[in-house]
C-alpha cells in the first residue's frame, strides 16, 4: 500500500473564511454527499421474501434528520438516475429537515441498483448495477455555498474522485466528516463487489477532517503497514483529526489526534498549522444492550450519521458515540431506509 502524494490544487474564490457562528433562531445547512441506492435484501433465510427500497445515503439521511440541532437543515448533494427521479424526489420529500434544492441533479442514466445477499449476519455478497457520474469540481462548487458543515459517505466509491476531494478540502470552510466505506471496494465485470486496498490512502484521510470506516476496511490498511492502530495513531494530527472504526456488535473504537475537539466548528482551525506536542487518544465504547438479530444493512451509515449530527449538537466525544451505537443497534429491527426516521425516534414498533 502507498501514500501518493497529490499536490494540494490553487486556492478558490470560495476562499478560507470561517464558517459563520450559531445564531438564536438561524438556519445552518448541512451538506450530504453520497448516493441514493435501490436497494435489493436478500435474507439468509430463503423463507423470507426480499425487500426492495431506497437504501444507500438514505439511512444517513434519515438518521440525520432526527440526530441533528433543531437549527440545522439538510441539503443533499445527489445525481439521481432519470429512470427513478420521480420516485426519488417523493422519498426525499418524506424526510423531515430534507431540502432537496438545488443539490439534487437528474441524470440521463439509469440510478444505481444494489442487490444484497446475506450468507451471515453480518457478511453478504453485495452486487452494483447502473451508477450515476461523480461529482467534477466544477458542479460541486457552487452547491458549497451558504453551507456550514458537509457529511460524506462513500455509498457506491464512486461519489467523487481524490481530485475533487482535494479542491473540497482546500476550498470549503467547514467542517467535513466523512464515511470512506465502499473506497474501499473494487468491482468486477459483473458488477460484484470485493474488498481492496485503498491506494493513495493518506492523501485520501488529509482531504477531510474525521473519517470512520469498518473494522474489516480498518483491517486492509494493516496489509502493508503492519498495525492499523500504530498506523492511525501517527495519522492522526491537525490535518485528520479523528478516526471512527465501527465493530459490529462490539460498538465501536477511535483515535484521535492530542488537541481533538468534539465540536466540529473548531476542526477548520487547526487546518495546514503544526501540529501539537502529545501522543493521540484511543478508546472504545462499547453497545450497552445485548445485541439482536435483524437486517444489519445501513448500520455503519446509521453510527456515523447520529455520531456527526450529536457533535453538532454539542454531545460530547464519548456521549455520540453511545448515541451511534444506539441508533445503529435499533436500526437492525427495521428492514430498508424508508421511515427509519421514526423508528429511531420510538415511534414505530420495533
Known amino acids: 500500500m502507498t501514500d501518493e502524494t497529490i499536490p494540494l490544487p490553487p486556492a478558490s474564490p470560495l476562499g478560507r473564511s470561517a464558517p459563520p457562528p450559531v445564531t438564536p433562531g438561524g438556519s445552518l445547512r448541512l451538506g450530504v454527499v453520497g448516493t441514493l441506492v435501490w436497494d435489493r435484501i436478500v435474507d439468509r433465510d430463503a423463507r423470507r421474501v426480499p425487500v426492495e427500497e431506497w437504501g444507500g445515503i ?53 440510478n444505481p441498483r ?38 460524506l459517505n462513500f455509498i457506491t466509491g464512486f461519489e467523487m474522485g481524490l481530485e475533487t476531494a482535494r479542491h473540497l478540502r ?14 474501499f471496494l473494487g468491482i468486477s465485470s459483473r458488477g460484484v463487489r ?58 465501536a473504537a477511535y483515535v484521535a489526534a492530542p488537541d481533538f475537539s468534539p465540536d466540529p466548528r473548531a476542526w477548520p482551525a487547526t487546518r495546514r498549522t503544526l501540529g501539537v506536542a502529545g501522543a493521540s487518544r484511543s478508546g472504545r465504547v462499547p453497545v450497552a444492550d445485548d445485541p439482536s438479530a435483524g437486517d444489519p ?7 456515523g450519521a447520529t455520531f456527526f449530527g450529536r457533535l453538532l449538537a454539542g454531545d460530547g466525544l464519548e456521549a455520540a458515540m453511545a448515541r451511534a451505537n444506539r441508533s445503529a443497534a435499533r436500526n437492525v429491527a427495521h428492514r430498508g431506509a424508508r421511515g427509519l426516521h421514526r423508528h429511531l425516534l420510538g415511534t414505530l414498533g420495533s
Not at 433543531?70 to 420521480?86: F, I
Not at 451471515?120 to 452494483?128: D, H, I, M, P, T
Not at 467542517?175 to 465502499?182: G, V
Request: proline share 8%.
Open 297 to 303: 444493512t445501513g448500520c455503519g451509515d446509521v453510527w
Open 58 to 110: 438514505s439511512y444517513a439521511l434519515e438518521a440525520l434528520s432526527v440526530s441533528i440541532p433543531a437549527q440545522w437543515v439538510l441539503q443533499p448533494l445527489l445525481k439521481v438516475g432519470e429512470d427513478m427521479s420521480g420516485r426519488a424526489v417523493e422519498y426525499l420529500q418524506t424526510i423531515p429537515r430534507v431540502e432537496t434544492e438545488p443539490g439534487l441533479r437528474i441524470v440521463p442514466l439509469p
Open 170 to 183: 482546500e476550498s470549503f470552510a467547514g467542517p467535513i466528516y466523512a464515511d470512506l466505506h465502499s473506497l
Open 114 to 151: 444494489v442487490e444484497l445477499r446475506y450468507r451471515e449476519q453480518s457478511r453478504r455478497v453485495e452486487r452494483l448495477e447502473g451508477g450515476v457520474p461523480p461529482w467534477t469540481w466544477e458542479e460541486l462548487r457552487p452547491l458549497l455555498e451558504g453551507l456550514d458543515a458537509l457529511y
Open 194 to 251: 470485493f474488498p481492496r486496498e485503498l491506494a493513495g490512502w493518506g492523501a485520501w484521510f488529509r482531504a477531510f477532517d474525521a473519517i470512520q470506516m469498518n473494522e474489516e476496511e480498518f483491517a486492509l490498511l494493516g496489509h502493508s503497514w503492519g498495525d492499523p492502530w500504530q498506523l492511525a495513531a501517527e495519522t492522526v494530527g491537525p490535518e485528520l483529526k479523528f478516526i471512527a472504526v465501527t465493530l459490529g456488535q462490539r460498538g
